[in-house]
């Protein structure tokens, strides 16, 4: 294929020898076919062999190809792409919870159980059924320590509060007479 007048060696040219794997016409009578590889070895050719390198054999126990999967065992946990529980949602992620106990109560605690609650359903994309009902359950112990913590910080800071009233109410003459 040429475009324009572009002579020997312009653009359009193509290399000795079949070209970027380029087809020769089938001669099946169709026009020009794609089914055969050009028998001079262009740059579309493979090696003789097969490929560029060797496919682990297909017959093992965990089947073929490249990317193998680990056996599951039966259960939901274990390997990635297994298909999900008989309920077929996501577990709760408790973000909400999560968000609130960092904003309101204890902001370390909370980021904590922020980034676990963000695990579950990106572990339960992935097929990672277990991994993601680790995460909800680290999740939800993560934002209740933050509420707890929360709680304690909050009755500390009035304590303290109506401690200082006092002594200062006390450290005042009244003015009553």
Not at 149 to 164: E, K, N
Request: charged share 5%; net charge neutral.
């Amino acid at each position: 294929m040429s475009y324009g007048n572009q002579g020997g060696g312009g653009y359009g040219s193509q290399p000795p020898g079949g070209g970027y794997g380029q087809q020769p016409p089938s001669g099946g009578g169709h026009g020009g076919g794609y089914s055969q590889q050009p028998p001079s070895g262009g740059y579309g050719s493979q090696p003789p062999g097969g490929g560029y390198g060797q496919q682990p054999p297909s017959g093992g126990s965990y089947g073929g190809g490249y990317g193998q999967q680990p056996p599951s065992g039966g259960d939901f946990g274990g390997g990635y792409g297994q298909q999900p529980p008989a309920g077929g949602n996501p577990p709760d992620n408790y973000l909400v919870a999560a968000i609130l106990t960092t904003v309101f109560c204890c902001f370390p605690l909370g980021i904590v159980s922020i980034v676990k609650s963000t695990q579950v359903n990106s572990k339960w994309q992935i097929g990672d059924f277990q991994g993601a009902a680790l995460a909800s359950e680290e999740a939800k112990t993560w934002w209740k320590r933050s509420l707890i913590a929360g709680i304690i910080w909050w009755v500390l800071v009035i304590l303290f509060c109506v401690v200082m009233f006092g002594l200062l109410a006390a450290s005042f003459p009244s003015m009553s007479q």
